[in-house]
């Protein structure tokens, strides 16, 4: 008998992201912001100055030393991660063993349950409120009687686009004080209800951040776990030990130090998404198309629409690509010049 694959990989496939090229691409909650030349030339310098014939840094001790400047925290609580996903899949791995429960609620980041499926352990899902939101005191319930060893989700939610106020987390974290709470903040440049400043203060939270979304870095696949000493500790010893290659570590130090250009840009991009937000507002109002358009605290609008597959189709047919869920469509903000196509292009779909 030849080698069978095993019951966890049989039924897998790959990732599919959208395909193909589009003069607009508003689906994968990008920054809408290139780096502009300046800066491609001094990451340029950077980089044709590296020993390549010579492993990378194992900490990333520079591209941390820049993202605790930027965000107040100390370095000794950080982890720096080949992507958010990396570091999901290290905490999923080593921080819980065959079995265990982890928590995690619907609708949210598919990659949590994938992950901890991925590593046999028991996965229950929280389901939100009709409106979308969470609320804290049923999430705890649930996460006692299931006698979760992890909680995992998103704030600001990604695809809602809602979030969490930070008495509700912190609520959520201290009551469950035997559980590991992992909060994925990859949205919260764009609010104000972060939890990093506290992050060491608590012996079962670990906050994730990433730059692919305010900070303009998806090509990089860069991201950070911040926590108490103990667990960054046994972050640091659990993943590859040259996770992060130089080339990487060198952009992102680069881009993190440049604290003015990171705070012009998500300016910016906090106001195009109140603007495409207030603008699809008004096409519900013209033409009464939408169940619900949920305001965001995020870089993207979520809409609830039976009409979502024909607009989804008919945004690809004019070159422009969103995101399509059952019974929703995600809008990442772009540029306001691509916001203004996108919805011209969906006024013409309900004309």
């Not at 991201?223 to 040259?242: I, Q």
């Not at 013209?286 to 979502?308: H, L, M, R, S």
Request: proline fraction near 3%; aromatic fraction near 12%; charge should be negative.
């Amino acid at each position: 008998m030849g080698y069978k694959l095993n019951k966890k990989l049989i039924d897998l496939v790959p990732y599919e992201p959208i395909t193909g090229t589009y003069k607009i691409r508003l689906d994968a909650n990008e920054s809408c912001f290139n780096l502009n030349e300046q800066l491609k030339e001094k990451i340029c310098k950077r980089i044709s100055a590296l020993d390549f014939n010579r492993y990378p840094d194992c900490i990333a001790s520079e591209p941390v030393n820049a993202f605790s400047a930027l965000y107040g925290v100390s370095p000794e609580l950080v982890t720096a991660g080949n992507g958010s996903d990396e570091l999901i899949s290290v905490i999923s791995s080593c921080f819980f063993e065959s079995g265990d429960t982890i928590v995690n609620v619907s609708n949210d980041f598919s990659m949590y349950g994938f992950y901890a499926q991925l590593y046999e352990l028991n996965v229950e899902t929280y389901q939100k409120e009709s409106d979308l939101s969470i609320n804290a005191d049923k999430l705890i319930a649930f996460c006692k009687e299931k006698n979760a060893r992890g909680l995992i989700f998103s704030n600001p939610c990604n695809p809602t686009s809602l979030g969490l106020c930070r008495d509700d987390v912190r609520k959520i974290i201290k009551s469950l004080s035997d559980c590991l709470v992992i909060l994925d903040e990859a949205y919260m440049d764009f609010w104000n209800q972060s939890l990093l400043d506290e992050a060491d203060k608590y012996d079962n939270l670990i906050i994730l951040k990433t730059c692919s979304k305010a900070i303009g870095l998806a090509a990089v696949r860069f991201g950070f776990a911040v926590s108490n000493k103990t667990v960054t500790t046994a972050m640091r010893a659990a993943k590859s030990p040259y996770n992060n290659d130089s080339v990487a570590q060198t952009i992102v130090a680069e881009i993190l130090s440049e604290k003015q250009y990171l705070t012009d840009c998500r300016n910016t991009i906090i106001q195009n998404t109140k603007q495409l937000y207030s603008d699809i507002l008004a096409v519900d109002k013209k033409y009464g198309c939408f169940e619900k358009v949920y305001e965001p605290c995020t870089n993207f609008v979520y809409i609830k629409t039976d009409d979502y597959q024909k607009i989804y189709e008919f945004m690809l047919e004019n070159s422009i690509a969103v995101r399509k869920f059952n019974g929703y469509l995600r809008i990442t903000a772009g540029t306001a010049e691509e916001n203004a196509q996108f919805i011209a292009v969906l006024d013409r779909f309900y004309q």
